[in-house]
């Protein structure tokens, strides 16, 4: 039961993951980006670290992307080309490095030791939210800190490149 | 729920398809918007890897702590990604009032 | 294992049927209370009371002709109303609305008025699906083509994620004094009593979070007076202007089954569930089981009342005041009372 489930949302999430590179649509490029996140949350959910998924839903999902769709809908993006037209000799290298780098990935999995996985009673013990938790405030403070200065730095950054120029 | 495994190297191929994936946009597109949605595939497909060694860590009796700083790693990926997205759209924003478009091969302003 | 599918089912059958019973409602109770506020009758010819009412617009509706504009995104148009259901009825599974008697179905235990029992990120994961809300009222303003309808859908978006994060700090409160994240778990920390005499709901203990979280779910839902994306006299009814038919009852449904789910928060969160306030259910078997149901069930109702009686009652914020408030009132507040939450624990009080 288990490995259907993450062969289904295997699926769904590479066969999303190729109309958002290559539809024409930015507003369906992000759609698609979402439908991705969400078969990569229910992965995570299915390998039992569910406070990662729901993360990955609020953040990923939630935020980050309407943050796109914002911008597309602000600057008005209308549709753009298709894949890789107009510069044929780039695209080709291109999609030579990108098959080439996948094979490379693809054979280094193989290489590993092959593991026989863990087994899944529901939430592994790590994955709830209170090992976590001690964990980021304890073991890892100094970088939940960092990420907060992270984050600010990044809130200020994108108000002053945004913002209009005082006339 | 049995306990049938998912082999950790199917976790490790979806990652690695996906990466592959997100290079092939981020080289070929042309819009700036499409190539930051395709980094964000490449960064997630990074957070998948992470995943999948912490659920191979978590089944081993010690591996609690290294599983439990994996998952805090993608954490702290997706925290990145979300700073590095409000950053760079802002960064588009400001490129589109500028130039007009968001078509990468026409900034070029700094090339020499 | 089919057992435990098949209990599921049976679960996400009822609530749904309990959900989507709550829109005729909740359509007539709007309506009727509205009228008996503003001094006149409302509709009262349909039926003893108007209680047919609501059939009556389900069938206008589904009779209406489906346009879509020449013009829009099809796909789009499409998908609108149809994220806005499925998002409003997904996020009821993690919510508790009954106590765990023990209750036994087909050899198999039902493990508490939940839909999903195992879920120990509850809450979290009603946040998760409610963010994805945004998407349907984007869209819908996007994909009409039609200015009036992109700026009410903007304006909406901006306004759900603005009180999202008000939304969520103040449940960090609610999460904190009961240590742990599943709903059932948050209801039974607010048994018994605080400082002696008060019902240890959350509603005492952090009156703060309690307003924030009421205040921000009101924006949430686009209900007056945060309803300026939908306000008739500003946006022509905002991103539902190119909508008619079923799709606009979807939308419709979608609005009320959110109303319905944050009432339901509100009463698991700050409220305390299915428990009444000095009095323990320590009822055995399925009596206390019903009887927690109902006393859920009526708390919900008067929530959703307040929501009507709120929307009746006050004007409409304008959208610069509504995002002040939201950035600048409502994000301070839940922080202090974050602040007094984990001061109070820390010191002992809670």
Redesign the interface.
């Known amino acids: ?3 259907v489930v ?1 062969a289904v949302a ?1 699926v769904v ?2 066969v999303f ?2 109309v ?2 290559a539809h024409r649509s ?6 698609s ?2 439908v ?2 969400f078969a ?2 229910a ?2 959910a ?19 992307l ?10 008005n ?1 209308r549709s ?2 298709r ?2 037209s ?2 044929r000799v ?2 080709l ?3 030579v ?3 080439g ?2 094979a490379a ?2 054979t ?3 290489l ?1 030791t ?16 209170v ?2 938790g001690r ?2 405030l304890t ?2 403070l100094f ?1 939940f800190e960092f ?1 907060t200065l ?2 600010v ?3 200020v ?6 913002r209009r120029e005082p006339r | 729920m049995t306990d049938i495994p998912i082999p950790q190297t199917w976790v490790l191929a979806l990652s690695a398809a996906l990466f592959a994936i997100g290079t092939l946009g981020v080289l070929l597109r042309r819009n700036g918007i499409a190539i930051f949605l395709s980094l964000e595939l490449m960064l997630n497909s990074a957070n998948l890897a992470f995943v999948a060694f912490a659920m191979t860590l978590a089944a081993r009796p010690d591996g609690a702590e290294a599983a439990l700083a994996g998952q805090l790693f993608v954490f702290f990926v997706i925290g990145v990604a979300a700073a590095e997205a409000a950053v760079g759209l802002a960064l588009f924003i400001a490129l589109h009032r500028l130039k007009g478009a968001i078509d990468v091969d026409r900034v070029n302003i700094l090339r020499w | 294992m089919w057992v435990e599918v098949l209990v599921i089912g049976i679960k996400l059958a009822v609530v749904l049927a309990a959900l989507l019973t709550t829109v005729p409602i909740m359509v007539w109770v709007e309506r009727r209370a509205s009228a008996l506020m503003q001094d006149r009758l409302g509709p009262n010819r349909v039926g003893p009371f108007g209680l047919f009412q609501p059939v009556v617009d389900a069938v206008k509706l589904i009779t209406k002709e489906d346009l879509i504009p020449r013009d829009v995104s099809r796909f789009l148009y499409i998908l609108a109303p149809v994220v806005a259901l499925t998002v409003a009825l997904s996020t009821f599974i993690a919510v508790p609305f009954g106590s765990d008697t023990g209750l036994e179905l087909f050899g198999h235990a039902v493990r508490g008025f939940i839909v999903a029992p195992d879920l120990n990120i509850g809450v979290l994961y009603i946040f998760a699906i409610a963010s994805l809300a945004v998407y349907a009222t984007v869209l819908a303003g996007w994909a009409s083509n039609n200015k009036y309808s992109l700026y009410g859908g903007i304006r909406a978006s901006a306004q759900t994620i603005s009180y999202e994060l008000a939304m969520t700090i103040s449940v960090v409160g609610v999460l904190m004094a009961s240590s742990s994240l599943h709903l059932h778990q948050v209801v039974e920390a607010q048994t018994g009593t605080w400082l002696g005499v008060l019902p240890r709901w959350n509603v005492c203990t952090q009156l703060l979070g309690a307003i924030t979280f009421m205040v921000a779910a009101f924006a949430e839902t686009n209900r007056i007076p945060f309803d300026l994306p939908e306000a008739e006299a500003e946006l022509v009814s905002g991103y539902l202007t190119e909508y008619s038919s079923m799709k606009y009852a979807a939308f419709f449904m979608g609005e009320y089954v959110h109303m319905t789910v944050a009432s339901a928060l509100m009463t698991v969160l700050f409220f305390g569930g299915w428990t009444l306030p000095w009095i323990d259910l320590a009822f055995a078997g399925w009596l206390g089981g019903l009887l927690s149901i109902g006393i859920f069930c009526a708390k919900v109702a008067f929530f959703l009342f307040f929501f009507v009686w709120v929307r009746w009652t006050l004007p409409r914020f304008r959208f610069d005041q509504l995002m002040a408030l939201g950035w600048k009132v409502m994000i301070p507040l839940s922080v202090l009372n974050f602040l007094w939450v984990g001061f109070a624990i820390a010191a002992g009080i809670m």
């Open positions: 039961m288990v490995p993450f295997a999430a590479v993951a190729i958002t590179i930015p507003v369906i490029n992000v759609l980006l979402v991705v996140f990569m949350a992965i995570f299915l390998l039992g670290m569910d406070f990662l998924a729901a993360i990955q839903i609020i953040v990923y999902s939630g935020a980050i309407v943050l796109f769709l914002f911008v597309i809908m602000l600057l993006i753009v080309e894949l890789g107009g510069r780039q695209a290298l291109g999609a490095v990108a098959v780098i996948g990935a693809l280094a999995v193989s590993l092959p593991t026989t996985g863990a087994v899944y009673p529901g939430s592994l013990e790590t994955g709830t939210v090992p976590i964990a980021l073991t890892h970088a990420i992270v984050l730095a990044a809130i950054g994108a108000v002053y490149l945004a």
